[in-house]
């Protein structure tokens, strides 16, 4: 039988959105960013976010002319049947190839960091089971559960971070500038994906308590992550400097120089405990949200009993490159590149079209009457 999804409250909304989004401090994206502009990565965050603020200010502009519908209703009311069904169907594939390999990065970590032993496919294996497991339960749970870990998510996070200050240096920020202020402009504007996710949530409005919650909690979100992401990055850099150019998993390493004096050497286990709980609702949200993509393009009404099987496809994308080098250097540039380009593009397309067809005049004409 079809379960019946609750409303999301704000905090629920906004927890989810922040282990979401805010996950990426802990993957392969510091040093990227540090690859890009050396010293001045942390600045990349604060101006994606500006740009990323107009976007999803144009997204929820438009999503406000159509009331309890989703995303994908509203692209297809937009833009017709069947442009809407192709522009659908793209930000579905992106989606699927961005669950599936950032899924295969955090496998990558677990091993390289925690079970060097463990072949690779069981740990895969089991963490996608754990995360179908919770898609299926519905949404409601979903963001009860990351109500009931968001705090220890983030005090972990602080906690590893104000330790990791004991062997850092605040001389590594300096050149402030980096590579170059204009190198710096280029490259927050390049990646905008860090902010991409926040598009997906459009797709559960209809199952959050107000349009009011989700702009404040859109807002929240954004202002929050952008500030996690920045200094986040600035202690990585002040810890490790210019070796943060080669290390793929700064936050794992940056865990390993911390201790609780000379008695507890070695509490990276609890970072890693916590971690991996918000590991595990972010891949439960992905799985529940591209689900829900499908379903609606497909017109399966009940769609998550597809849960599993999306899984098990991305499990099988994941585990098409042999090495993680492959995956960071080679495959998530190339879906980091697809995903910021529909963050840019869609609120943009979707807002100029409201606008032509009159849409907002008749909003407008409705509200007066």
Not at 84 to 93: A, E, N, P, T, Y
Not at 104 to 114: L, S
Not at 278 to 293: D, E, P, S
Request: include cysteine; hydrophobic fraction near 55%; glycine fraction near 6%.
């Amino acid at each position: 039988m079809k379960q019946q999804p609750g409303k999301l409250g704000i905090r629920e909304y906004v927890s989810i959105a922040i282990l979401m989004v805010g996950a990426k401090v802990s993957e392969d994206t510091p040093a990227k960013l540090y690859n890009q502009v050396q010293n001045a990565a942390w600045m990349i965050p604060i101006i994606a976010a500006g740009i990323s603020f107009i976007l999803l200010f144009l997204l929820i502009k438009t999503m406000s002319l159509f009331q309890d519908k989703n995303l994908f209703s509203v692209i297809q009311k937009l833009l017709g049947r069947y442009i809407g069904f192709f522009v659908c169907l793209l930000i579905l594939v992106i989606n699927s190839f961005s669950i599936s390999f950032d899924s295969r990065t955090y496998t990558n970590i677990i091993k390289t960091f925690y079970f060097p032993t463990t072949p690779n496919v069981i740990i895969y294996a089991l963490l996608m089971a754990v995360s179908t497991y919770g898609a299926k339960k519905g949404i409601q749970h979903i963001g009860s559960v990351a109500y009931l870990i968001i705090f220890y998510a983030v005090l972990s996070l602080y906690l590893a971070l104000f330790l990791s200050t004991q062997e850092s240096s605040i001389q590594s920020l300096l050149p402030i500038w980096g590579s170059g202020k204009l190198e710096i402009l280029k490259q927050g504007t390049l990646n905008l994906s860090l902010f991409s996710e926040l598009l997906l949530f459009a797709m559960i409005t209809p199952y959050i308590k107000s349009s009011k919650e989700f702009r404040k909690g859109i807002w929240i979100a954004l202002v929050y992550v952008c500030f996690q992401l920045s200094v986040a990055i600035m202690v990585y850099i002040c810890l490790l400097d210019t070796s943060l150019q080669g290390i793929g998993y700064p936050f794992h390493t940056a865990i390993r120089f911390i201790s609780l004096g000379t008695f507890i050497p070695n509490i990276e286990i609890v970072f890693f405990v916590i971690w991996l709980l918000a590991a595990f609702i972010r891949f439960t949200a992905f799985l529940y949200i591209n689900a829900l993509m499908f379903g609606h393009l497909f017109k399966i009404k009940d769609f998550e009993f597809l849960i599993p099987s999306l899984a098990t496809l991305y499990l099988l994308i994941g585990s098409i490159p042999e090495s993680a080098i492959e995956v960071i250097l080679g495959i998530k540039p190339i879906i980091s590149y697809a995903s910021g380009s529909a963050f840019i593009t869609i609120p943009i397309i979707l807002w100029l079209v409201a606008l032509v067809k009159g849409e907002f005049k008749h909003a407008k004409n409705s509200n007066s009457m």
